[in-house]
């Protein structure tokens, strides 16, 4: 019986570390479907550093912002890689925003699956996705990554910068929530190694 209850109270224990060890994955899944994946899996930017943080290696976490857009807006070197989902096309102009207009980057699954290889990774591994706001190209890199394998793959909701607050008094700001708003570490120097460049 003591021995038992020793075992039982040990495997508790472990639970228990095990539970403090792992990160809090628990943003909700966003209201409109577009926003939605087929892992139904959702971090916000804090999230997304207690995940990196807890796993560090073991998990890939991808910048797929354009490098250009990285370039202006801010970075973390807490991210392994930036593979653009979406790139700015100079050449071609979008009449309708006003913006050069963005392409697809055909490469895009194939990079992160490299990234994955180069880290010593299988598709099993969690694969973290983290965009500008979380909603234009969050979901939709991971729905490029669907049909190949990859068991776990997370978008970070409220992506780097986070939501805009149209009542500023300065203009529109995003200054809600995301990555940068959340006291994680950032800044404007770009890591040489981990940034895409276009023909590199």
């Known amino acids: ?11 508790l ?6 539970a403090a060890a792992a990160p809090a994955a628990a943003a909700p899944a966003p209201v409109n479907p577009d926003g939605q994946t087929p892992w139904g899996l959702y971090l916000t930017g804090r999230e997304a550093f207690e995940m990196k943080s807890a796993e560090g290696p073991k998990a890939l976490f991808v910048d797929v912002r354009d490098p250009v857009e990285i370039m202006f807006t801010g970075f973390t070197d807490v991210v392994d890689v930036n593979i653009p989902f979406l ?5 071609a102009w ?3 925003k006003s913006v050069f207009l963005m392409r697809r980057n055909p490469g895009f699954a194939d990079s992160v699956e490299a990234a994955l ?25 991971a729905k490029a990554l669907d049909g190949r394998g990859f068991e776990r793959v997370y978008v970070v909701v409220d992506g780097f910068e ?10 529109p700001w995003r200054l809600n929530n995301g990555w940068k708003n959340s006291g994680l570490p950032w800044g404007y120097k770009l890591n040489r190694e981990k940034m895409f460049v276009r023909g590199g």
């Open 94 to 96: 979008n009449d309708a």
């Open 13 to 18: 224990a472990a639970g228990m570390l095990v």
């Open 117 to 141: 290889a180069r880290q010593g990774l299988g598709k099993s591994a969690p694969v973290i996705l983290m965009c500008r706001s979380g909603g234009e190209r969050g979901a939709p890199s």
């Open 162 to 171: 986070g939501d805009t607050l149209k009542d500023h008094p300065n203009g």
């Open 1 to 11: 019986m003591i021995r038992s209850r020793r075992q039982a109270l040990a495997a």
């Open 87 to 91: 790139l700015s096309d100079p050449g």
